[in-house]
């Protein structure tokens, strides 16, 4: 019996051993594709072997519909190309600092070529295989997209808190005039909150879909998200407004307003008045119902999106509220504040994370430092390294890795092997892509 066990742990030890090298060459399908890796460079095939993108390239970013980011050198740099699986097609040579797929179009950087290039400055098209903007020869320094919604914001390096305009896709300026700020999110139906004037103070909503202003200006607002926008009024008070510019709430003292997650979805809000805090849920022919409250808080309440608010108490405990169906929990001792990736968001206690699932249930902070799950796994960090963990709280230490983050578009996780390559994980840890930094 002891024989055997030294066995399989010789067997596991090689296993382990063999792993960098097996994920850089060993790639799950990705659709009708797979990357391959031919003399440590990286390529793409049909899952019948035909090659669509060649092996020269020093990375290759998951397949992102029918475009991929390849990773090379251009003049001794780290250098970025583009281009189409389905025609094998080259649609912007290996030579610019950054690229991004974003919608149906593009951002890029300058060419490599630049010396300050790695702002993204370009919108590429491409079904039209052209650029439909550059910010060369205007007053603006970069591109950046809007969050759920296929505009662009332009921006200036170094005027104050920044100088910024709004685009359309087809580079069509929306607003500019010392815009400097604008706020959507997923489910702002293309209302997006600007705020413009010389110091930031006139914010108004453009419905960009009907080039339309919505009534009104405010001090301040908060995105459109699923038909209402939280706005600060001239007499420092807050209410609820609907898609019309109509206010459809009383005033409140304020509104909670955690820029860092999803404010508010599913006409539900945090408001306070007389120093308690309140869920209220707002709907169009009816006055606000209040779900939950008085609650005393410390600092605004987070909503950690899917309809569920985390209250924090003075005692320290953190309230969980769920808008949608009125569930509570509290989290003794813990708090819950970031936005939840997918349905898991971080929890923290005595300067260790845990998880937290839209369902309530927990993995108690135990941690050094947690990434989300996506799926059925999450990753965690022990003694330097990490580790795959799956939803029963059992951490898998066959494979370590020397970092671990959600990949950019929040779909799968990015790991980083011990020999400079990072490492493309699907949600069910399957290798999918790779790169070398």
Sequence with gaps: ???????????????????????????????????????????????????????RFTGIRPICGDLCVVEGLCEDENAEGLWRVSTGEEL????????????TLVMTSDPCSHADGYCFTRLFDPDAGAFVFDVSGTEYDGIWEVPGEPLFEL???????????????????????????????????????????????EFRYLNTATG??????????????????????EDWKWYVIDETGAVVSPAYDWIGNERNAV??????????????WYVIRVSPDAEPEVLLGPVQCVGDPDHLGNGIFALHTPDGDTLLFSGSDGRERTLEHTSAGAAFVADCALIHRDREEGFLFSDFSVIEPAY?????????????????????????????????????????????????LDDDTLLYLDRDLRPVSASRF
């Design 1 to 55: 019996m002891k024989r055997l066990m030294l066995v399989c742990l010789m067997i596991l030890a090689l296993c382990l051993l063999c792993l960098p090298a097996m994920a850089e060459e060993t790639f799950a399908p990705q659709g009708d594709y797979r990357v391959f890796c031919a003399d440590g460079l990286y390529g793409v095939q049909m899952l019948d072997g035909e090659t669509v993108i060649p092996a």
């Design 92 to 103: 912007l040579p290996c030579e610019y600092y950054r690229i991004s797929v974003t919608g």
């Design 155 to 201: 921006y200036q390096i170094g005027w104050d808190d920044g100088l910024y305009a709004l685009i359309a896709p087809d580079g069509t300026f929306l607003a500019d005039a010392y815009v400097i700020e604008a706020e959507a999110a997923p489910g702002s139906h293309g209302i997006v909150g600007i705020a413009a004037g010389e110091w930031g103070d």
């Design 212 to 233: 339309t202003w919505l009534e009104g200006t405010w001090r301040s607002g908060f995105a459109f998200v699923d038909g209402y926008a939280a706005v600060w009024g």
């Design 263 to 276: 404010p508010y979805a599913q006409g539900l809000f945090t408001v306070r008045q007389d120093g308690g």
């Design 368 to 416: 050094e430092v947690c990434v989300e799950f996506i799926g059925a796994y999450g990753f965690v960090m022990l003694d330097g390294l990490w580790y795959a963990i799956d939803r029963s709280g059992q951490v898998d230490m066959s494979a370590a890795y020397q970092g671990a983050a959600l990949a950019e578009d929040e779909t799968g996780f990015i790991v980083e």
